[in-house]
């Protein structure tokens, strides 16, 4: 076994690049076939065949859905029927170097965003990708692992704004039932627990470049943090969703240990819900339809259905279902069941790529050069500190006040994310195409750099509270196409200015004696499309920031919780829909406001929290 998976994991590695898998699934399995990995894929094998009736059906095996599904049936007397419409796991979902790769297999959903006025000019039609986990696992299959829970003031913000239950002392026992920490000198916090299903840990490669990077900022005032615990404010080593420096996702964390036990628990992989089934004199939800394998399906849920389908498909299910703004609905000719502002807002964390800062240091920056048969072994016999361990390159994390940020002092208004690479790190392929950059940004600002294997880093610079307020809608009523999605990214002018004070502090800490000691110095390439600018003013900058716009991927809001009176509300505290019976929302798509974090973690305490609900109404 072990040796199997060597050589194909190698010849993966070696190619150095996964070809990409193409979303039909007999296509996939040749693909597949064709780089000897059929049989380490067991997509076809891993789904039961689907009774009537369940009391709970969960649709869509995400985060949220995969704590979800797991919970609900720790209790024997429920029938728990998970449904999802990618595929499962193999072991290249678990190597976290490989991050990026991820986002060219049948993994991803590949949405794209409708063409942007006012950003992603980096991309062909100004169109920006917009990635989601379509696999058992969903998003946190696919994800860069970031563990991030959020401050205090965001979970407080949704209690205040009509969601009891939900301040961050609610949250908080929630997000700690679900971790399992094992992070260096926190082993006492309060803030972490050593006995939930998801691991969270170090990240156990670690380049010379992060440690003086971590010194450098400490030396421009920012204090080492845990910026899950007491304050954000500050510097840190990355915490992430690894056991062992393998990725954790949501199956491997609470699917993959009950499986073999939990009967009452059945899994359907490879299968795409189409529509809630409601009665629309109760407005009560009875089942879901379903396709698989090109058969048509109606399964009955006696107690509840849940969406657990994330930001873009939970809303796409409801108004396919009859649920969502009335005019969009009479549009595509779904009739109205319940006139509701599903879709109408999303708000996402969009960043900015770069800057990047060469360095005097030799080794300490990932290539794709250094993906050789002795690391892959390594790997494999079980270490976990080689570079494929590395968690996508991101390596620390800095969460900064800007003069511009409206957020209070204890608030941080920036992150930094500091990476170990760049565009590249992986010859301009993966990562490039993962964030729809056009060729040219490789060729005229990176290509250099893979040539003469020079050793840099770079910052993806994010903001937390955008101005900027996107939404999504359905052009059609095929439930097999995508729902549009319009970001509008940077339509609000201050989004740029908090992004560009973000750069300008990356900058000032690269000046700092820990940083200068490596000979640190910004990579002065211009932007393709900035060039008319002169380098590095804040007007360049502006500029770049519209042009190498790239999402960190955190929409939320498209079904948002709160007060059936605020009409711009899709559920109530409970995660119901409102004004309809036994049919809840449970992902990142009721998350109300745009969080100060990553969202990941915020999806396993939805689950967890979503799970203790439902148990204490139906028990
Ligand atoms: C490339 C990328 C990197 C990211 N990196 C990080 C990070 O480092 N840290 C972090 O905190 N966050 C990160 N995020 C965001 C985070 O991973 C997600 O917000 C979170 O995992 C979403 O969880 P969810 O449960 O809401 O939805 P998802 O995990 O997306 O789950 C939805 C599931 O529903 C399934 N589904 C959808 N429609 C249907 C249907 N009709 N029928 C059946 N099944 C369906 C999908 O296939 C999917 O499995 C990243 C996101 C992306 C895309
Ligand atoms: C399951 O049902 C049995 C019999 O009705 C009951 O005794 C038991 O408490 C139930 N278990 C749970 C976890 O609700
Ligand atoms: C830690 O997680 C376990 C398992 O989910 C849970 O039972 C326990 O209450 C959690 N501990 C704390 C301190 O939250
Ligand atoms: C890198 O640059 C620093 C600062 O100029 C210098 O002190 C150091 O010796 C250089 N290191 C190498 C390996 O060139």
């Not at 590249?424 to 490039?432: E, H, I, K, M, P």
């Not at 740029?496 to 004070?501: R, T, W």
Request: proline share 6%; net charge positive.
């Amino acid at each position: 076994m072990e040796k199997l998976l060597l050589s194909q994991l190698l010849c993966l590695l070696l190619s150095p690049l996964i070809p990409p898998i193409h979303t039909q699934r007999s296509n996939q399995l040749d693909e597949l076939r064709r780089l000897g990995l059929g049989n380490v894929v067991n997509v076809p094998f891993f789904s039961d065949v689907p009774q009537r009736n369940y009391d709970f059906i969960v649709v869509g095996g995400g985060a949220a859905g995969c704590t979800l599904a797991a919970r609900l049936s720790e209790n024997p007397n429920w029938s728990v029927f998970l449904i999802e419409a990618g595929g499962v796991e193999n072991i290249v979902h678990q190597v976290p170097l490989l991050a990026a790769h991820l986002q060219s297999t049948a993994s991803n959903w590949g949405y794209n965003s409708t063409p942007q006025r006012h950003a992603c000019r980096g991309m062909p039609d100004n169109k920006c990708a917009l990635p989601r986990g379509k696999v058992l696992g969903g998003t946190s299959s696919i994800n860069y692992m970031i563990y991030n829970r959020g401050n205090r003031r965001d979970f407080d913000a949704w209690a205040a704004a009509g969601n009891p239950g939900w301040s961050y002392d609610d949250v908080l026992p929630y997000f700690l039932r679900s971790e399992h920490a094992q992070l260096q000198g926190l082993e006492q916090s309060p803030y972490h627990n050593r006995s939930g299903p998801l691991s969270v840990e170090d990240v156990r490669y670690r380049s010379r470049l992060a440690h003086a990077y971590i010194r450098a900022a400490q030396e421009a005032g920012h204090p080492r943090t845990d910026y899950n615990g007491e304050s954000q404010l500050g510097v840190s080593y990355v915490q992430a969703t690894t056991l062992k420096g393998r990725r954790h996702s949501a199956f491997r964390a609470y699917i993959e240990p009950i499986r073999s036990r939990r009967r009452n628990l059945h899994i359907l992989t490879l299968a795409r819900v189409t529509r809630v089934l409601i009665d629309a004199a109760s407005k009560s939800a009875y089942g879901v339809e379903l396709t698989h394998q090109g058969r048509s399906f109606k399964v009955k849920a006696r107690k509840e259905v849940i969406l657990s389908a994330g930001a873009f498909n939970s809303p796409q299910l409801l108004m396919l279902s009859g649920i969502g703004p009335e005019d969009n609905l009479k549009a595509i000719g779904v009739p109205l069941i319940k006139a509701l502002p599903v879709g109408k807002r999303m708000f996402d964390h969009m960043c900015h790529f770069g800057p990047t800062f060469v360095t005097n240091t030799t080794g300490q920056t990932l290539f794709a050069a250094q993906l050789g048969a002795p690391v892959v072994k390594e790997f494999l016999l079980g270490r976990a500190d080689t570079i494929l361990s590395s968690i996508g390159g991101v390596e620390t994390l800095t969460f900064i006040k800007v003069p511009s940020g409206k957020s209070p002092a204890s608030q941080p208004d920036v992150e930094l994310i500091q990476v170990a690479g760049s565009l590249a790190s992986d010859d301009g392929t993966a990562l490039a195409k993962g964030a729809n950059f056009k060729p040219e940004i490789y060729e005229k600002m990176y290509k250099d750099l893979t040539l003469t294997q020079q050793d840099h880093f770079s910052f993806l610079i994010m903001h937390f509270k955008p101005a900027s307020v996107g939404r999504l809608w359905l052009h059609n009523r095929n439930p097999l196409e995508w729902p549009r999605i319009d970001p509008k990214y940077f339509s609000a002018a201050a989004d740029v200015e908090n992004l560009l004070e973000g750069i300008k502090e990356a900058i000032r800490i690269s000046q700092m004696p820990a940083m200068q000691a490596v000979g640190t110095r910004l990579l002065d390439k211009p932007v393709p499309g900035c060039e008319s600018y002169e380098f590095a003013t804040d007007d360049y900058w502006r500029c770049s920031i519209r042009t190498l716009s790239y999402t960190l991927h955190h929409q939320v809001a498209t079904c948002r919780m709160g007060a059936e009176s605020d009409p711009t509300t899709v559920v109530n505290p409970q995660l119901q829909v409102h004004g309809m019976r036994k049919l809840r929302v449970v992902d990142t798509s009721i998350i109300p406001f745009p969080p100060t974090a990553h969202t990941n973690a915020a999806a396993f305490m939805i689950g967890e929290k979503a799970a203790d609900m439902i148990r204490s109404e139906w028990s």
